[in-house]
Nanobody, 125 residues
Framework: VQLVESGGGSVQAGGSLSISCVAS????????MGWFRRVAGKEREAVAS????????SYADSVKGRFTISQDNAKNTLTLQMNNLKPEDTAMYYC????????????????????WGPGTQVTVS
């Protein structure tokens, strides 16, 4: 599975931005997809995940109520709608997926995801 993110950019605090990830290859075999982010010099952290069946969504506490993860299986597209953005949301955002069925405790752990996109930069000022 290959993943490519798009839609990053610069936005003012309080604004909104939507980023997307298109999957190619055997995308239908993914049980969980997620968004993660990393600031230079820091560890990669979870943002949100969406897993089958359900789908079941999970969010990091820092983005709950502001970000929404969604998936369009027909278009093999994963989307992260980000509202009320804050400067601390500035990071490189990565899309990731796994063919593994993840326990709820593992759905926001980067180590559980096996394929990753190159990332898209989001800057909030």
């Amino acid at each position: 599975v290959q993943l490519v993110e798009s839609g990053g950019g610069s936005v003012q605090a309080g604004g909104s931005l939507s980023i997307s990830c298109v999957a190619s290859g055997d995308a239908s075999s993914s049980y969980c997809m997620g968004w993660f982010r990393r600031v230079a010099g820091k560890e990669r952290e979870a943002v949100a995940s969406i897993c089958r069946p359900g789908p079941i969504t999970s969010y990091a506490d820092s983005v709950k109520g502001r970000f929404t993860i969604s998936q369009d299986n027909a278009k093999n597209t994963l989307t992260l709608q980000m509202n009320n953005l804050k400067p601390e949301d500035t990071a490189m955002y990565y899309c990731a997926g796994t063919r593994s069925l993840l326990l709820s405790a593992n759905r926001l752990r980067p180590s559980q995801y096996t394929y990753w996109g190159p990332g898209t930069q989001v800057t909030v000022s």
